[in-house]
């Protein structure tokens, strides 16, 4: 080694920043003080509506993880989401002493990790590669849709079902209902937070740069020795475990489960909401999922017509304009400033 | 010297094609040994019979002693077995700091350590200038030695390089040899290399093993094989002359 390798400064990018690069952990801070505050200045139906939108954005991170950093599209997430709904159902049916909400949380992560995990072995060890995994994933978005269809008896069919709100208990120590809409926001955003720093610093860990090299050469990493296929079934595995958490959370959060919540024309909005809000940034994937599930919902209410018909332009203008989304417009603008000066 | 790689009758047909037939070969640790041979030889499917991107229908490939065969690529690599494409496969959209970080991720080399074994393979390639600099912004030249400069961090012992100075300028050539010899000297690695610049083969003074439709047809220095009439009929022409 040369003397002075120690004075050379130690490299300021890493791999895995993209999107909306270096800023990216300013603005991130910015965005949760926002969340934080607003139940100050804002009541009413926002703060009933919004921790919702914060667990899609979750669910969105989820599909950020795969799609940006790995490369692999999984159109299958709302599949993940919705089992972990019936999941918290179920566990709120039970009556087994302790806590069901505990149960519920933990068997949607283990659900949801498991399943992908299953899934993910299979198609990745056997060298399934993009186009044939979003198919697979579309399969198992309607498999979840059928099943709690026809499994009535414990789904309730088309019916859907009824999910009690949870409260947390501390033991001893008390107890935080969550049927008001307060407590609920202030119980669902730091579990975003927590995701979102839990995802950004394994993207830039030794995994994230792992998974990173997995998307940019496949051959390349497989000739070094990676494992390609249990990274791979990692990083599903994890994308899978968290929103089957989101979707436990919100099921609880909405009062109710039905099969449409884990069909292919969800899954395809969730596609919808990280393409947009930049699928290369895990906060771009959030904030995506938050705004364009507020904005439909406000473009539903003015133009219950054209609603979709708005969105989807947005959509196409997006895309071909943005292809890093919103995010990667944001990451572009210092650069623009810099050329005009 | 002892014996690192070996191949034992090693043939490989694709759907009648022979593209190699038994084909004996031995290398001893620490050395280099160039292949080559016209279009069609069956020298780019030989090298991936070795780094297992292709499984043999006859033969065997032992590696020290150890039948490697039925190995995968990614349990070749891991036991040293490492190769550089016919085409620079490096990671494009990555700084050339990251690729050299991702294939020293792959060692377990300790945290503290990493920053400073990058810079010392990124010295020993000549990039250490260019660290944050995109790949896809490097000459072919610079990308055919960051691809070498990722076997060397993975600490391959056995470097398979197809084609190692395909578009690269003379001085860039005759500066690649001298790594090679470098890397067999003073890291006591063993390389095969797939090579058509004669300069490059002369200037690197090892064995070269020439295959013609599949099969050895000739081993021994360059200057015997440069000399016999029969390579020089199938595969040389007047350029050795």
Same mark, same amino acid.
């Given at each position: 080694?040369?003397a002075?390798?120690e004075k050379?400064?130690?490299?300021?990018?890493?791999?895995?920043?993209r999107?909306?690069?270096?800023?990216?952990?300013?603005?991130?801070?910015?965005a949760?003080?926002?969340?934080?505050?607003?139940?100050i200045?804002?009541?009413?139906?926002?703060?009933?509506?919004l921790?919702?939108?914060m667990?899609?954005g979750?669910?969105?991170m989820?599909?950020?993880?795969?799609w940006?950093?790995?490369?692999?599209l999984?159109?299958?997430?709302?599949g993940?989401?919705?089992?972990?709904?019936y999941?918290?159902?179920?566990?709120?049916?039970?009556d087994?002493?302790?806590?069901p909400?505990?149960?519920?949380?933990?068997?949607?992560?283990v659900?949801?990790?498991?399943?992908?995990?299953?899934?993910g072995?299979f198609?990745?060890?056997?060298?399934?590669?993009?186009?044939?995994?979003v198919?697979?994933?579309?399969?198992?978005s309607i498999?979840?849709?059928q099943?709690a269809?026809?499994?009535s008896?414990?789904?309730?069919?088309?019916?859907?079902?009824?999910i009690?709100?949870?409260?947390?208990?501390?033991?001893?120590?008390?107890?935080?209902?969550?049927?008001?809409?307060?407590p609920?926001?202030?119980?669902?955003?730091?579990?975003?937070v927590?995701?979102?720093?839990?995802?950004r610093?394994?993207?830039?860990?030794?995994?994230g740069?792992?998974?990173?090299?997995?998307?940019?050469?496949?051959?390349r990493?497989?000739?070094?020795?990676?494992?390609?296929?249990?990274?791979?079934?990692?990083?599903?595995?994890?994308?899978?475990?968290?929103?089957?958490?989101?979707?436990?959370?919100?099921?609880?959060?909405?009062?109710?489960?039905?099969?449409?919540?884990?069909g292919?024309?969800?899954?395809?909005e969730?596609?919808?909401?990280?393409?947009i809000?930049?699928?290369?940034?895990?906060?771009?994937?959030?904030?995506?999922?938050?705004?364009?599930?507020?904005?439909?919902?406000?473009?539903?209410?003015?133009?219950?017509?054209?609603?979709?018909?708005?969105?989807?332009?947005i959509?196409?203008?997006?895309i071909?304009?943005?292809t890093?989304?919103?995010?990667?417009?944001?990451?572009?603008?210092?650069?623009l400033?810099q050329?005009r000066? | 010297?002892?014996?690192?790689?070996?191949?034992k009758?090693?043939?490989k047909?694709?759907a009648?094609?022979?593209?190699?037939?038994?084909?004996?070969?031995?290398?001893e640790?620490?050395?280099?040994r160039?292949?080559?041979?016209?279009?069609?030889?069956?020298k780019?499917t030989?090298?991936?019979?070795?780094s297992?991107?292709?499984?043999?229908?006859?033969g065997?490939?032992?590696y020290?002693d150890?039948?490697?065969?039925?190995?995968s690529?990614i349990r070749?690599a891991?036991?040293?077995?490492?190769?550089?494409?016919q085409?620079?496969?490096?990671f494009?959209?990555?700084?050339?700091?990251?690729n050299?970080?991702?294939a020293?991720?792959r060692t377990?080399c300790?945290?503290?350590?990493?920053?400073?074994?990058?810079f010392?393979?990124?010295?020993?390639?000549?990039?250490s200038?260019?660290?944050?600099?995109?790949?896809?912004?490097?000459?072919?030249?610079?990308?055919?030695?960051?691809e /070498?400069?990722?076997l060397? #961090?993975?600490e391959?012992k056995?470097? %398979?390089?197809?084609?190692?100075?395909? !578009?690269?300028?003379? @001085?860039?050539?005759?500066?690649?040899?001298?790594?090679?010899q470098m890397?067999t000297?003073?890291?006591?690695?063993?390389?095969i290399?797939?090579?058509?610049?004669?300069?490059? /083969?002369?200037?690197?003074r #090892?064995?070269?093993?020439?295959l013609? %439709?599949?099969?050895?047809l000739?081993? !021994?220095s360059?200057? @015997?094989?440069?000399?016999?009439?029969?390579?020089?009929?199938?595969?040389?022409?007047?350029?050795?002359?």
């Amino acid at each position: 080694m040369t003397a002075d390798v120690e004075k050379r400064i130690p490299p300021v990018g890493r791999i895995t920043l993209r999107g909306l690069g270096e800023s990216e952990t300013g603005l991130a801070f910015i965005a949760f003080i926002v969340m934080a505050l607003l139940p100050i200045f804002v009541s009413g139906y926002s703060i009933y509506i919004l921790p919702q939108y914060m667990l899609f954005g979750m669910m969105a991170m989820s599909l950020g993880l795969l799609w940006g950093f790995v490369g692999i599209l999984s159109f299958g997430q709302a599949g993940f989401f919705a089992l972990g709904a019936y999941t918290m159902g179920l566990a709120m049916q039970s009556d087994l002493g302790i806590n069901p909400a505990y149960i519920g949380m933990l068997l949607s992560l283990v659900a949801g990790g498991v399943l992908a995990a299953v899934t993910g072995y299979f198609l990745f060890s056997a060298g399934v590669r993009a186009t044939y995994f979003v198919l697979v994933t579309l399969a198992l978005s309607i498999m979840v849709e059928q099943i709690a269809v026809s499994q009535s008896d414990i789904t309730g069919g088309w019916n859907g079902m009824f999910i009690d709100r949870i409260s947390l208990t501390f033991g001893g120590l008390g107890e935080i209902s969550l049927n008001e809409d307060a407590p609920a926001y202030y119980a669902v955003l730091p579990v975003v937070v927590v995701t979102y720093a839990l995802l950004r610093w394994l993207t830039s860990a030794r995994f994230g740069k792992i998974l990173a090299g997995i998307r940019e050469n496949e051959d390349r990493m497989t000739a070094l020795g990676f494992s390609i296929s249990v990274y791979k079934t990692c990083a599903f595995a994890l994308s899978g475990a968290i929103a089957c958490f989101a979707g436990a959370l919100y099921g609880t959060h909405a009062n109710f489960v039905a099969p449409s919540l884990g069909g292919v024309l969800f899954s395809t909005e969730v596609v919808v909401w990280v393409a947009i809000g930049g699928r290369n940034s895990l906060l771009g994937a959030l904030l995506g999922g938050i705004l364009v599930a507020t904005l439909s919902n406000y473009l539903s209410t003015i133009t219950p017509e054209y609603w979709q018909l708005v969105l989807g332009l947005i959509f196409i203008v997006v895309i071909v304009f943005f292809t890093g989304g919103i995010a990667g417009a944001v990451a572009q603008l210092p650069r623009l400033w810099q050329s005009r000066s | 010297m002892s014996v690192l790689l070996e191949t034992k009758n090693l043939s490989k047909q694709f759907a009648g094609l022979v593209a190699n037939q038994d084909i004996q070969f031995s290398l001893e640790a620490g050395s280099i040994r160039c292949v080559i041979g016209p279009n069609g030889a069956g020298k780019t499917t030989f090298i991936s019979m070795i780094s297992g991107h292709l499984s043999p229908t006859e033969g065997r490939i032992l590696y020290k002693d150890q039948d490697v065969t039925d190995l995968s690529v990614i349990r070749r690599a891991r036991i040293g077995i490492a190769r550089k494409f016919q085409t620079p496969t490096v990671f494009d959209n990555l700084t050339t700091y990251q690729n050299i970080e991702l294939a020293v991720l792959r060692t377990g080399c300790p945290r503290a350590k990493r920053h400073g074994r990058i810079f010392e393979v990124l010295d020993l390639i000549r990039l250490s200038d260019a660290w944050d600099r995109p790949v896809q912004f490097l000459s072919h030249g610079q990308r055919q030695w960051l691809e /070498i400069g990722l076997l060397i #961090a993975i600490e391959a012992k056995l470097l %398979l390089l197809d084609e190692p100075t395909a !578009g690269m300028t003379a @001085e860039e050539t005759a500066s690649t040899a001298r790594l090679v010899q470098m890397l067999t000297q003073e890291f006591k690695l063993s390389v095969i290399i797939i090579e058509h610049d004669i300069n490059f /083969i002369r200037d690197l003074r #090892a064995p070269v093993t020439v295959l013609h %439709l599949g099969r050895v047809l000739l081993e !021994g220095s360059f200057e @015997e094989v440069a000399a016999n009439d029969q390579v020089r009929e199938v595969y040389l022409g007047h350029e050795a002359g």
